[in-house]
């Protein structure tokens, strides 16, 4: 086996009381949901998606080398007699009881994180920082919810000393479960947000759902608060009747923990002064945006719980760097020089949309260049929808965002409430204000595209990358 071994075929199997058929090894490197990026001496696990069904990929999988796949019962007859397979009642079911049992080995300091903006970003900061000083796994790109969670759990190895992970949701009710199963140390709530409002009676309601994931941190363990927010005595007040007593505070606010005492923004990082826990620190943090600032100060104090020598802690934010689609910059190659492109298109929400344009606002632009906002819609408002997306134009306005460009119905809200001389177009989809958006781009400018997943942003944001192509890169922010 040319990787250490994840699992054992034995525990896997006895984890998920899975009956076994065809020869299989002795054990497996790693866990994979994906046929089309399959490792030899991986096990491929046939889940039943909202789109697609795995088990359709499970003759591609075995082709492309796989050691096993997980199947259910009900469909082990459409498999060859001597194929490798684990045949288990649920292939999702199966691989949360894997998760479970992955928990149960750990001796590591597990985190979770959760919050309306500034998950993904916080998540991603831990790994940079924890990383450095022991060995940690984390979640990768947001594998969040009912399949990501423990998918996540599933693939971490028994020796880790740090293990972080991101757990997200829509509906009341979806973090619970997730979080009694990582059963964490430490669980810190980036912030609380009209997020999703479609599903929720109001931002209190938000609130207590983001609260769930007090259910399952450990005994004796604590949690990282945003004192800054609105909805700060509420968790507080939630998790004290859950019997947590370490509640850990973080923001600008003289009783935080883990207080900003200064930030000084730049347009490609952040000079930070802050007493993280009665320790005073100096760092500087690699992505841009006052509110990434905050975030670092939960990054932290979560790091300082868990362990984590602080002044290494605070060195390594100097290189911690955004996730895909969440404020990674790119340098376009256009006429007469270079513009650059903020590429924020994987997700939005009032909160991170404010955010980012006012990243966008520090960002230095050329000789004659403009700071350029490309928008679309943020999906799951609810009825206030439409109010939400036009008030996006006090903090265009308060930016100095000089050119915008809108996309989708509800964007319409936006681009109607726009001044004439802010407006560089429309279009109902992604697709087609690309054109728009590639003809405006001149040397200088600095664009920033975001949207919520949904809107399907990255379609322009490929397209800039493809008309003004160029390999270096800038350091980013993540929202």
């Known amino acids: 086996m040319s990787a250490q071994p994840l699992w054992t075929l034995d525990a896997m199997a006895a984890a998920m009381r899975a009956e076994r058929r065809g ?55 459409k498999f060859a007699a001597d194929a490798p397979l684990l045949i288990v009642e649920d292939v999702l079911a199966a691989l949360c009881d894997l998760g479970r049992a992955s928990r149960a080995r750990l001796a590591a300091q597990v985190i979770a994180v959760t919050g309306s903006v500034g998950k993904t970003s916080t998540k991603e900061a831990l790994r940079s920082v924890l990383g450095a000083q022991g060995k940690t796994h984390a979640s990768v790109a947001s594998f969040n919810n009912h399949w990501g969670v423990p998918l996540t759990l599933a693939r971490c190895p028994a020796d880790v000393r740090f293990a972080i992970f991101e757990i997200g949701m829509n509906h009341a009710g979806e973090i619970e479960p997730l979080v009694k199963m990582v059963r964490p140390h430490i669980a810190i709530i980036t912030t609380v947000e009209p997020v999703h409002l479609e599903f929720f009676s109001g931002v209190e309601a938000i609130a207590d759902a983001k609260a769930e ?30 019997g947590i007593a370490k509640i850990v505070s973080f923001g600008a606010d003289e009783k935080a923990d883990a207080r900003l005492l200064d930030v000084a923004l730049h347009p490609a990082c952040s000079a930070v002064h802050a007493e993280i826990l009665g320790h005073e620190l100096t760092y500087k943090l690699a992505m841009p945006g006052r509110h990434m600032a905050m975030n670092s100060l939960a990054v932290l104090a979560a790091a300082s719980l868990a362990g984590a020598d602080l002044a290494l802690a605070g060195l390594a934010l100097s290189q911690a760097q955004p996730a895909a689609g969440r404020g990674v910059r790119h340098v376009l190659a256009v006429p007469n020089g270079e513009a650059t492109l903020i590429d924020e298109s994987y997700n939005a929400n009032p909160a991170s949309m404010a955010a980012a344009l006012s990243v966008l606002g520090q960002a230095g632009v050329g000789t004659q260049g403009r700071r350029i906002a490309v928008l679309g819609d943020m999906l799951e408002l609810g009825p206030r929808s439409a109010d939400l997306h036009r008030g996006l134009t006090e903090a265009i306005n308060a930016n100095a965002i000089d050119m915008i460009f809108c996309c989708g119905p509800l964007m319409r809200n936006l681009w109607d409430a726009l001044s004439s001389g802010k407006r560089g177009g429309y279009a109902e989809g992604s697709a087609g204000l690309e054109s728009q958006v590639v003809a405006a781009i001149r040397a200088g400018d600095v664009i920033m595209v975001k949207g919520s997943l949904g809107s ?7 397209a800039l990358e493809k008309r003004f192509p160029d390999n270096a890169a800038h350091d980013g922010v993540a929202v």
């Open 23 to 77: 020869q299989l090894p002795a054990a497996i490197t790693g866990i994979s949901i994906d046929s089309r990026t399959i490792a030899p001496e991986e096990a491929y696990f046939a889940i039943k998606g909202d789109v697609h069904d795995g088990h359709v990929f499970v003759d591609a999988a075995l082709k492309a080398g796989t050691a096993l796949a997980v199947v259910e019962a009900a469909q082990r007859d």
């Open 213 to 242: 994931i007090f259910e399952g941190v450990e005994p004796n363990g604590a949690v990282v608060l945003n004192r800054d927010n609105a909805h700060f005595a509420r968790l507080q007040k939630r998790a004290r009747k859950l």
């Open 456 to 462: 399907r942003m990255k379609v322009i944001v490929t």
